[in-house]
Protein backbone atom coordinates (compact mmCIF):
# COMPACT_ATOMS: atom_id res chain seq x y z
CA UNK A 1 0.00 0.00 0.00
CA UNK A 2 3.09 2.46 0.91
CA UNK A 3 4.87 1.69 -2.22
CA UNK A 4 1.68 2.36 -3.97
CA UNK A 5 0.93 5.88 -2.96
CA UNK A 6 5.02 6.73 -3.11
CA UNK A 7 5.30 8.33 -6.73
CA UNK A 8 2.20 10.74 -5.55
CA UNK A 9 4.09 11.36 -2.18
CA UNK A 10 7.52 12.67 -4.47
CA UNK A 11 4.88 14.22 -6.86
CA UNK A 12 3.46 16.66 -4.41
CA UNK A 13 6.97 16.81 -2.62
CA UNK A 14 8.17 17.81 -5.74
CA UNK A 15 5.78 20.82 -6.75
CA UNK A 16 5.74 22.49 -3.43
CA UNK A 17 9.51 22.44 -3.38
CA UNK A 18 9.14 24.30 -6.81
CA UNK A 19 6.47 26.36 -5.89
CA UNK A 20 8.53 27.57 -2.97
CA UNK A 21 11.67 28.13 -5.11
CA UNK A 22 8.76 30.35 -7.18
CA UNK A 23 7.99 32.30 -4.41
CA UNK A 24 11.28 33.45 -3.48
CA UNK A 25 11.77 37.26 -3.55
CA UNK A 26 15.18 38.61 -4.74
CA UNK A 27 16.18 41.48 -3.14
CA UNK A 28 18.05 43.99 -5.08
CA UNK A 29 19.65 47.41 -3.58
CA UNK A 30 19.48 50.30 -5.98
CA UNK A 31 22.38 52.66 -5.73
CA UNK A 32 22.85 56.18 -7.43
CA UNK A 33 26.01 58.10 -8.22
CA UNK A 34 24.84 60.41 -10.13
CA UNK A 35 28.04 63.35 -9.31
CA UNK A 36 31.37 63.81 -9.18
CA UNK A 37 33.57 61.23 -7.22
CA UNK A 38 34.76 62.86 -4.55
CA UNK A 39 34.27 62.25 -0.50
CA UNK A 40 30.47 62.43 -0.18
CA UNK A 41 30.32 59.97 -2.82
CA UNK A 42 32.76 57.73 -1.75
CA UNK A 43 30.71 57.61 1.68
CA UNK A 44 27.80 57.32 0.45
CA UNK A 45 28.28 54.14 -1.52
CA UNK A 46 29.67 53.14 2.43
CA UNK A 47 27.01 53.48 3.41
CA UNK A 48 24.55 51.50 0.79
CA UNK A 49 26.53 48.61 0.86
CA UNK A 50 26.38 48.36 4.53
CA UNK A 51 22.60 48.88 4.63
CA UNK A 52 22.57 46.04 1.68
CA UNK A 53 24.24 43.28 4.18
CA UNK A 54 22.04 44.62 6.60
CA UNK A 55 19.13 43.52 4.63
CA UNK A 56 20.28 40.66 2.87
CA UNK A 57 20.43 42.14 -0.51
CA UNK A 58 20.77 39.38 -3.14
CA UNK A 59 22.44 41.69 -5.69
CA UNK A 60 23.23 45.78 -5.72
CA UNK A 61 22.43 47.51 -9.15
CA UNK A 62 24.86 50.55 -9.11
CA UNK A 63 23.28 53.35 -11.38
CA UNK A 64 26.27 55.42 -12.43
CA UNK A 65 26.65 58.61 -14.64
CA UNK A 66 29.66 60.28 -13.74
CA UNK A 67 32.72 62.17 -15.44
CA UNK A 68 34.89 60.69 -12.49
CA UNK A 69 36.56 62.68 -9.48
CA UNK A 70 38.85 62.06 -6.70
CA UNK A 71 41.19 59.25 -7.92
CA UNK A 72 41.92 58.04 -3.74
CA UNK A 73 38.37 57.94 -3.65
CA UNK A 74 37.43 55.82 -7.03
CA UNK A 75 40.16 53.29 -5.56
CA UNK A 76 38.19 53.06 -2.27
CA UNK A 77 34.89 52.60 -3.75
CA UNK A 78 36.07 49.89 -6.14
CA UNK A 79 37.81 48.24 -3.64
CA UNK A 80 35.08 47.83 -1.81
CA UNK A 81 33.07 46.45 -4.96
CA UNK A 82 35.72 43.98 -5.42
CA UNK A 83 35.34 42.67 -2.17
CA UNK A 84 31.47 42.94 -1.40
CA UNK A 85 30.45 39.51 -1.33
CA UNK A 86 26.89 39.60 -3.29
CA UNK A 87 26.84 40.67 -7.30
CA UNK A 88 26.93 43.93 -8.24
CA UNK A 89 25.86 45.24 -11.33
CA UNK A 90 27.34 48.72 -12.84
CA UNK A 91 24.03 50.08 -15.17
CA UNK A 92 25.87 52.96 -16.69
CA UNK A 93 23.23 55.73 -17.55
CA UNK A 94 24.80 58.01 -19.82
CA UNK A 95 28.56 58.68 -18.60
CA UNK A 96 31.23 56.54 -16.70
CA UNK A 97 34.41 58.66 -17.57
CA UNK A 98 37.65 58.72 -15.60
CA UNK A 99 36.91 57.52 -12.11
CA UNK A 100 33.59 56.06 -13.09
CA UNK A 101 34.76 53.54 -15.65
CA UNK A 102 37.24 52.30 -12.79
CA UNK A 103 34.23 51.57 -10.64
CA UNK A 104 32.27 49.86 -13.44
CA UNK A 105 34.75 47.67 -14.82
CA UNK A 106 35.04 46.76 -10.59
CA UNK A 107 31.32 45.40 -10.59
CA UNK A 108 30.40 42.10 -11.69
CA UNK A 109 27.87 43.15 -14.71
CA UNK A 110 28.29 46.48 -17.06
CA UNK A 111 25.16 47.33 -18.92
CA UNK A 112 24.52 50.61 -20.38
CA UNK A 113 21.32 53.02 -21.59
CA UNK A 114 21.21 53.70 -24.94
CA UNK A 115 23.70 56.67 -25.85
CA UNK A 116 26.04 56.16 -23.36
CA UNK A 117 29.58 55.90 -23.15
CA UNK A 118 32.49 54.53 -20.69
CA UNK A 119 36.26 54.81 -20.77
CA UNK A 120 38.91 58.03 -20.83
CA UNK A 121 40.07 57.42 -17.71
CA UNK A 122 43.39 59.85 -18.00
CA UNK A 123 44.05 61.07 -14.65
CA UNK A 124 43.73 65.21 -14.95
CA UNK A 125 44.49 68.10 -12.37
CA UNK A 126 42.16 70.54 -11.58
CA UNK A 127 43.58 72.44 -14.51
CA UNK A 128 41.90 69.41 -16.92
CA UNK A 129 45.76 69.03 -18.01
CA UNK A 130 47.01 65.56 -17.77
CA UNK A 131 48.86 64.80 -14.13
CA UNK A 132 52.35 64.04 -13.41
CA UNK A 133 53.02 60.31 -14.19
CA UNK A 134 53.12 58.80 -10.81
CA UNK A 135 49.48 59.13 -11.14
CA UNK A 136 48.92 57.83 -14.44
CA UNK A 137 51.06 54.93 -13.68
CA UNK A 138 48.82 54.24 -10.69
CA UNK A 139 46.03 54.74 -12.39
CA UNK A 140 46.75 52.08 -15.67
CA UNK A 141 48.08 49.65 -12.93
CA UNK A 142 44.60 49.17 -10.55
CA UNK A 143 42.44 49.60 -14.03
CA UNK A 144 44.38 46.75 -15.42
CA UNK A 145 44.23 44.68 -12.17
CA UNK A 146 40.65 45.43 -11.59
CA UNK A 147 39.92 44.34 -15.06
CA UNK A 148 41.93 40.93 -14.47
CA UNK A 149 40.00 40.59 -11.44
CA UNK A 150 36.26 40.73 -13.04
CA UNK A 151 37.52 38.95 -16.15
CA UNK A 152 37.69 41.73 -18.37
CA UNK A 153 40.33 42.69 -21.28
CA UNK A 154 43.56 43.94 -18.90
CA UNK A 155 45.20 46.03 -21.77
CA UNK A 156 41.97 47.67 -22.64
CA UNK A 157 41.48 48.67 -19.50
CA UNK A 158 44.91 50.18 -19.21
CA UNK A 159 44.34 51.63 -22.85
CA UNK A 160 41.28 54.10 -21.22
CA UNK A 161 44.05 56.10 -19.65
CA UNK A 162 47.21 55.67 -21.84
CA UNK A 163 46.99 56.93 -25.25
CA UNK A 164 50.48 55.23 -26.13
CA UNK A 165 49.14 51.24 -25.72
CA UNK A 166 49.36 49.96 -29.18
CA UNK A 167 45.87 48.16 -30.10
CA UNK A 168 45.36 47.82 -33.24
CA UNK A 169 42.12 49.41 -34.60
CA UNK A 170 40.62 49.64 -30.98
CA UNK A 171 41.88 53.31 -30.51
CA UNK A 172 42.82 55.74 -32.38
CA UNK A 173 46.77 56.53 -32.43
CA UNK A 174 47.23 58.97 -29.54
CA UNK A 175 43.89 58.62 -28.61
CA UNK A 176 42.87 57.05 -25.08
CA UNK A 177 39.76 54.50 -25.21
CA UNK A 178 36.32 55.35 -24.77
CA UNK A 179 33.38 53.09 -25.53
CA UNK A 180 30.19 53.49 -26.84
CA UNK A 181 27.53 51.23 -25.86
CA UNK A 182 28.12 48.97 -29.14
CA UNK A 183 31.69 48.94 -29.02
CA UNK A 184 31.54 48.29 -25.16
CA UNK A 185 29.46 45.02 -26.00
CA UNK A 186 31.87 44.24 -28.86
CA UNK A 187 34.88 44.01 -26.59
CA UNK A 188 33.40 42.64 -23.27
CA UNK A 189 32.95 45.54 -21.39
CA UNK A 190 28.95 45.36 -21.30
CA UNK A 191 26.74 42.69 -21.09
CA UNK A 192 23.64 44.48 -23.26
CA UNK A 193 22.19 47.61 -23.69
CA UNK A 194 18.99 48.34 -21.55
CA UNK A 195 16.71 50.94 -21.04
CA UNK A 196 15.94 50.66 -17.27
CA UNK A 197 16.76 48.58 -14.36
CA UNK A 198 13.44 46.59 -14.62
CA UNK A 199 14.87 45.36 -18.15
CA UNK A 200 18.27 44.33 -16.29
CA UNK A 201 16.34 42.07 -14.33
CA UNK A 202 14.20 40.85 -16.76
CA UNK A 203 17.54 39.64 -18.44
CA UNK A 204 19.06 37.95 -15.66
CA UNK A 205 16.09 36.13 -15.26
CA UNK A 206 14.54 37.58 -12.04
CA UNK A 207 10.78 38.00 -11.91
CA UNK A 208 10.22 37.97 -8.38
CA UNK A 209 12.02 40.82 -6.50
CA UNK A 210 11.78 43.77 -4.03
CA UNK A 211 13.59 46.89 -5.08
CA UNK A 212 15.08 48.88 -2.59
CA UNK A 213 16.19 52.19 -3.68
CA UNK A 214 18.90 53.39 -1.05
CA UNK A 215 18.60 56.96 0.46
CA UNK A 216 20.76 58.98 3.56
CA UNK A 217 18.77 58.70 6.53
CA UNK A 218 18.33 62.03 9.00
CA UNK A 219 21.93 61.88 10.42
CA UNK A 220 23.41 62.10 7.12
CA UNK A 221 21.24 64.07 5.77
CA UNK A 222 21.70 66.70 8.99
CA UNK A 223 25.66 65.95 7.69
CA UNK A 224 25.02 66.96 4.20
CA UNK A 225 23.46 70.43 5.48
CA UNK A 226 26.58 70.65 7.53
CA UNK A 227 28.79 70.85 4.54
CA UNK A 228 27.06 73.75 2.79
CA UNK A 229 29.86 76.45 3.03
CA UNK A 230 27.54 79.38 4.27
CA UNK A 231 26.82 76.71 7.39
CA UNK A 232 30.29 76.33 7.85
CA UNK A 233 30.78 80.14 7.81
CA UNK A 234 28.37 80.65 10.65
CA UNK A 235 30.16 77.81 12.60
CA UNK A 236 33.58 79.15 11.96
CA UNK A 237 31.61 82.81 13.63
CA UNK A 238 30.51 81.10 16.39
CA UNK A 239 33.66 79.09 17.11
CA UNK A 240 35.94 82.57 17.59
CA UNK A 241 32.98 84.55 19.03
CA UNK A 242 32.66 82.24 21.83
CA UNK A 243 35.84 82.19 22.43
CA UNK A 244 36.41 85.58 22.31
CA UNK A 245 33.23 86.40 25.00
CA UNK A 246 34.12 83.64 27.40
CA UNK A 247 37.57 85.52 27.61
CA UNK A 248 35.56 89.10 28.13
CA UNK A 249 33.17 87.57 31.27
CA UNK A 250 35.27 84.60 32.44
CA UNK A 251 32.56 82.08 34.30
CA UNK A 252 29.85 82.74 32.30
CA UNK A 253 30.35 79.34 30.55
CA UNK A 254 27.31 80.07 27.67
CA UNK A 255 30.12 81.03 24.93
CA UNK A 256 32.37 78.76 25.31
CA UNK A 257 29.54 75.98 25.33
CA UNK A 258 28.50 77.63 22.60
CA UNK A 259 31.65 77.45 20.76
CA UNK A 260 32.92 73.92 21.90
CA UNK A 261 29.22 72.99 19.83
CA UNK A 262 30.37 74.74 16.93
CA UNK A 263 33.86 73.23 16.89
CA UNK A 264 32.33 69.93 17.16
CA UNK A 265 29.38 70.01 14.19
CA UNK A 266 31.86 72.18 11.99
CA UNK A 267 35.00 69.36 12.38
CA UNK A 268 32.86 66.26 12.33
CA UNK A 269 31.14 66.11 9.06
CA UNK A 270 34.35 66.61 7.22
CA UNK A 271 35.81 64.13 9.35
CA UNK A 272 32.96 61.33 8.22
CA UNK A 273 33.00 62.45 4.73
CA UNK A 274 36.80 61.83 4.20
CA UNK A 275 38.03 65.77 4.21
CA UNK A 276 39.47 66.48 8.02
CA UNK A 277 42.33 64.22 8.33
CA UNK A 278 43.65 64.25 12.18
CA UNK A 279 46.73 66.07 11.84
CA UNK A 280 44.14 68.84 10.60
CA UNK A 281 41.84 68.35 13.44
CA UNK A 282 45.11 68.45 15.51
CA UNK A 283 46.42 71.56 14.14
CA UNK A 284 43.55 73.34 15.19
CA UNK A 285 43.73 72.57 18.88
CA UNK A 286 47.29 73.33 18.80
CA UNK A 287 46.58 76.50 17.46
CA UNK A 288 44.26 77.73 19.93
CA UNK A 289 46.57 76.54 22.76
CA UNK A 290 49.26 78.53 21.43
CA UNK A 291 47.16 81.79 21.18
CA UNK A 292 46.15 81.07 24.66
CA UNK A 293 49.61 80.88 25.51
CA UNK A 294 50.48 84.04 24.00
CA UNK A 295 47.48 85.83 25.85
CA UNK A 296 48.01 84.12 29.41
CA UNK A 297 51.25 83.51 29.42
CA UNK A 298 53.55 84.60 27.31
CA UNK A 299 54.22 88.57 27.06
CA UNK A 300 53.39 91.09 23.78
CA UNK A 301 52.52 89.29 20.33
CA UNK A 302 54.96 86.93 18.87
CA UNK A 303 55.85 83.83 17.67
CA UNK A 304 53.40 81.42 19.49
CA UNK A 305 50.48 84.02 18.79
CA UNK A 306 51.17 84.14 14.98
CA UNK A 307 51.63 80.72 14.90
CA UNK A 308 48.87 79.66 16.75
CA UNK A 309 46.93 81.99 13.80
CA UNK A 310 48.27 80.18 11.12
CA UNK A 311 47.70 76.81 12.43
CA UNK A 312 44.05 77.75 13.39
CA UNK A 313 42.81 79.66 9.96
CA UNK A 314 44.94 76.71 8.12
CA UNK A 315 42.94 74.14 9.41
CA UNK A 316 39.46 75.86 9.25
CA UNK A 317 40.90 76.42 5.40
CA UNK A 318 42.34 72.44 4.98
CA UNK A 319 39.48 70.58 6.42
CA UNK A 320 37.48 71.71 4.07
CA UNK A 321 39.57 70.50 0.97
CA UNK A 322 40.03 67.13 -0.79
CA UNK A 323 44.31 67.58 -0.34
CA UNK A 324 46.42 64.74 -0.03
CA UNK A 325 49.25 66.50 2.17
CA UNK A 326 49.32 69.58 0.83
CA UNK A 327 49.05 68.21 -2.67
CA UNK A 328 46.35 70.21 -4.32
CA UNK A 329 47.01 68.73 -7.48
CA UNK A 330 43.42 67.44 -7.55
CA UNK A 331 41.74 70.39 -5.21
CA UNK A 332 39.60 72.78 -7.84
CA UNK A 333 40.23 75.89 -8.10
CA UNK A 334 36.61 76.79 -7.47
CA UNK A 335 36.76 74.57 -3.95
CA UNK A 336 40.15 76.38 -2.32
CA UNK A 337 38.08 79.81 -3.71
CA UNK A 338 35.08 78.71 -1.47
CA UNK A 339 37.15 77.26 1.38
CA UNK A 340 39.46 80.38 2.04
CA UNK A 341 36.35 83.24 1.39
CA UNK A 342 34.13 80.76 4.10
CA UNK A 343 36.79 80.81 6.59
CA UNK A 344 37.56 84.47 6.23
CA UNK A 345 33.96 85.58 6.07
CA UNK A 346 33.49 83.88 8.90
CA UNK A 347 36.42 85.69 10.79
CA UNK A 348 35.22 88.65 9.69
CA UNK A 349 31.59 88.75 11.00
CA UNK A 350 33.67 87.28 14.20
CA UNK A 351 35.23 90.21 14.65
CA UNK A 352 31.96 92.67 13.65
CA UNK A 353 30.21 90.79 16.59
CA UNK A 354 32.99 91.59 18.68
CA UNK A 355 32.88 94.69 18.57
CA UNK A 356 29.49 95.37 18.20
CA UNK A 357 28.48 92.54 20.50
CA UNK A 358 31.10 93.85 23.03
CA UNK A 359 29.59 97.13 23.65
CA UNK A 360 26.03 95.74 23.99
CA UNK A 361 26.94 93.29 26.15
CA UNK A 362 29.08 95.30 28.75
CA UNK A 363 25.52 97.66 28.84
CA UNK A 364 23.00 94.40 29.05
CA UNK A 365 21.32 94.31 32.55
CA UNK A 366 22.62 90.47 32.20
CA UNK A 367 26.17 91.34 32.58
CA UNK A 368 25.60 93.86 34.96
CA UNK A 369 24.35 91.36 37.27
CA UNK A 370 27.13 89.43 36.81
CA UNK A 371 29.99 91.92 37.00
CA UNK A 372 31.50 94.13 39.14
CA UNK A 373 29.90 97.82 37.90
CA UNK A 374 30.79 100.14 41.00
CA UNK A 375 34.75 101.77 40.66
CA UNK A 376 37.03 103.47 42.97
CA UNK A 377 38.16 106.44 41.27
CA UNK A 378 41.24 108.31 42.26
CA UNK A 379 39.37 111.66 42.32
CA UNK A 380 37.27 109.91 45.48
CA UNK A 381 40.17 109.46 47.45
CA UNK A 382 40.92 106.04 46.38
CA UNK A 383 44.67 104.45 45.64
CA UNK A 384 45.80 100.88 44.30
CA UNK A 385 49.90 100.76 45.27
CA UNK A 386 51.79 97.38 44.94
CA UNK A 387 54.70 99.33 46.81
CA UNK A 388 53.50 100.01 50.05
CA UNK A 389 55.64 102.08 52.12
CA UNK A 390 57.72 103.47 49.44
CA UNK A 391 57.27 105.39 46.07
CA UNK A 392 58.45 103.96 42.61
CA UNK A 393 57.83 107.26 40.57
CA UNK A 394 60.50 108.83 39.48
CA UNK A 395 63.08 106.00 39.75
CA UNK A 396 65.24 104.60 37.52
CA UNK A 397 66.64 101.36 36.05
CA UNK A 398 66.62 99.26 32.91
CA UNK A 399 65.20 97.08 31.06
CA UNK A 400 65.24 93.10 31.92
CA UNK A 401 62.95 91.93 29.33
CA UNK A 402 62.28 93.80 25.92
CA UNK A 403 58.63 95.99 26.32
CA UNK A 404 56.50 95.66 23.44
CA UNK A 405 54.82 96.67 25.65
CA UNK A 406 54.81 94.61 28.51
CA UNK A 407 57.79 92.86 30.07
CA UNK A 408 60.01 93.45 33.30
CA UNK A 409 62.37 95.95 34.32
CA UNK A 410 65.34 95.94 37.12
CA UNK A 411 65.08 98.88 39.72
CA UNK A 412 68.37 98.68 42.30
CA UNK A 413 68.89 95.39 41.75
CA UNK A 414 65.38 94.12 41.65
CA UNK A 415 63.20 93.02 39.16
CA UNK A 416 59.69 94.41 38.90
CA UNK A 417 56.22 94.16 36.35
CA UNK A 418 56.11 96.41 33.89
CA UNK A 419 54.62 98.21 30.68
CA UNK A 420 54.79 100.60 28.57
CA UNK A 421 52.41 103.55 26.91
CA UNK A 422 52.66 101.34 23.92
CA UNK A 423 56.08 101.62 23.20
CA UNK A 424 58.11 99.35 21.63
CA UNK A 425 61.77 99.06 24.69
CA UNK A 426 64.53 96.84 23.82
CA UNK A 427 65.80 94.94 26.74
CA UNK A 428 68.66 96.66 28.44
CA UNK A 429 67.85 100.25 27.51
CA UNK A 430 67.49 102.46 30.61
CA UNK A 431 63.94 103.37 31.43
CA UNK A 432 62.41 105.64 34.50
CA UNK A 433 58.93 105.27 36.13
CA UNK A 434 56.18 107.63 35.73
CA UNK A 435 53.73 105.70 37.74
CA UNK A 436 53.50 102.88 40.39
CA UNK A 437 49.32 102.45 40.49
CA UNK A 438 48.10 98.47 40.60
CA UNK A 439 50.52 95.83 40.32
CA UNK A 440 52.98 96.55 37.20
CA UNK A 441 54.71 99.86 37.47
CA UNK A 442 54.41 102.57 33.89
CA UNK A 443 57.90 103.61 32.40
CA UNK A 444 59.40 105.18 29.97
CA UNK A 445 62.75 105.26 28.01
CA UNK A 446 64.75 107.37 30.12
CA UNK A 447 65.65 110.34 27.76
Not at 189 to 198: G, R
Not at 238 to 250: H, N, S, V
Amino acid sequence: MLKKHLPIFFLIFFSHLVMAQDSTTTKVMHLKVQANIDPRTNRYTELGLEQAEEIGADLIILELDTYGGALNDADEIRTRVLNFEKPIYAYINKDAASAGALISIACDSIYMAPGSSIGAATVVTQDGEAAPDKYQSYMRSIMRSTAEATGRNPIIAEGMVDEDIDLDSIAQEGKVITFSVTEAMKYGFCEAKVNSIEEILERSEITNYELVSFELDTSDKIIELFLNPFISGILILIIIGGIYFELQTPGVGFPIVASIVATILYFTPYYLNGLAENWEIIAFFIGIVLIALEIFVIPGFGVAGISGLILTVGSLVLVMLNNDSFDFSFVKGDDLFIAVATTLLGMLGAIIIMFLGGVRLANSKAFKRISLQDVQDHEQGFTSSFYKGKSMVGKSGKAYTILRPSGRVEIEGEIYDAFTRGNYIEAGTEIVVISDEGTSLKVKEAE
